[in-house]
């Protein structure tokens, strides 16, 4: 089996709710995402995705990843999808860095491995131990008033698990989370949310100021050593995002305190890297969230099958980002119920992406 063609097209999932606001004046309605598609000369074909979250999010964007796509779908071509370790060390060998990018190549062939086997995604990176799992979604950075009703109506669609969105004025988001904290039932997951945009000392007071409310903090500087003077002396449990990356990055982790960590498959740069540093963290004792940047379908069929492998003694929860967008390119599956989601059955990512729907390719590799 060979790879024959690759196909890179451009689409736009909406943000369901309106505005996606986030610290340091991010925002979003929609952003432009990027899917691939690769068949084997089998006839076999397999899908990945990769939607970042603007340009100032993590570093990298629509037009970078896509000028990797073309030198990297260029030398992959004749080559076979389903070595995956092959595969990735030819992306390597031709491009340094540019995980995002690869990350949505690997993708599609782990989904063509997976069609080539009989077997869904899940079976092939640990074996399905969690039949279903829990969601989480993201809360907008708003008023408290309007944290709290977010809250309050994704609650009762079943969600329990709740990433409320601060990093900016620390009186101002101590009052969102108390707000957001209050309207949430009891055994509901709370997350004080930075995405790395406080100040040391606006995360210091952040921090003080939400100490004896049953809620988590998550990253709130932008490095790790910074959290983890941010965090000193707190009895807060904290969670690291943005600023894991690589395996050496889980013990730093760690060793600043942190009992959780949430792994993105783009900026880890695939699912093997993902499922490898998923199982290193379950050993080192840490929780772990599954998610990526942004997306639909695709991504998250990807995102359910690393947790359907996952410990379920260590995971956490999960992101199911067609449900906070409308980027149903699959008929908007998985599908999640109650709150709880699925990895499909069937073999590699499970879905069908209906192609036509997508228009013309923004460029097709040949060979």
């Known amino acids: 089996m060979k790879i024959t063609r690759i196909e890179v097209f451009g689409y736009r999932p909406q943000y369901a709710h309106g505005n996606y606001v986030m610290s340091l004046g991010r925002e979003a309605t929609h952003e432009n995402g990027t899917l691939v598609r690769i068949t084997a000369s089998d006839g076999t074909d397999g899908w990945g995705e990769i939607t970042p979250l603007g340009s100032t999010y993590l570093p990298t964007y629509a037009g970078s990843i896509r000028a990797a796509l073309q030198t990297l779908g260029a030398a992959m071509l004749g080559h076979d999808p389903t070595n995956i370790g092959h595969v990735s060390r030819l992306m390597d060998m031709t491009l340094r860095g540019h995980g995002y990018a690869k990350s949505a190549l690997e993708m599609a ?210 992101s199911f980002f067609n449900d906070w967008t409308d980027g149903h390119v699959a008929g908007h599956q998985p599908r999640s119920r109650n709150g709880r989601g699925r990895a499909p059955a069937a073999p590699g990512l499970g879905i069908e992406v209906d192609a036509a729907a997508l228009g013309q390719p923004v460029f097709v590799a040949t060979g």
């Open 109 to 318: 062939c782990w989904d063509i491995f997976g069609k080539a086997v009989g077997r869904p995604l899940a079976d092939l990176i640990g074996g399905r131990l969690n039949d279903d799992f829990p969601l989480y979604e993201a809360v907008p950075m708003g008023t408290p008033a309007q944290m709290a009703e977010f809250v309050r109506a994704r609650g009762e669609a079943g969600i329990s698990r709740f990433q409320l969105k601060v990093g900016g004025d620390p009186a101002d988001d101590v009052a969102r989370v108390v707000a957001a904290r209050a309207a949430a039932p009891d055994d509901a997951v709370i997350v004080a949310d930075a995405n790395g945009g406080w100040q040391l000392w606006q995360a210091r007071r952040s921090i003080r100021g939400m100490e004896g409310l049953d809620v988590l903090v998550e990253q709130p500087c932008r490095e790790t050593a910074e959290c983890a003077l941010a965090h000193r002396g707190s009895t807060l449990p904290m969670v690291l995002d943005e600023s894991v990356v690589t395996a050496a990055d889980l013990f730093a982790a760690r060793d600043a305190g942190a009992l959780a960590v949430n792994l993105k498959i783009s900026r880890v740069g695939g699912l093997a890297r993902t499922a490898a540093m998923r199982d290193l963290a379950q050993e080192l004792g840490l929780s772990v969230s599954i998610e990526d940047m942004w997306g639909g379908d695709v991504i998250t069929a990807a995102v359910s099958h690393l947790a359907a492998s996952a410990s379920p003694d260590h995971l956490m929860f999960v």
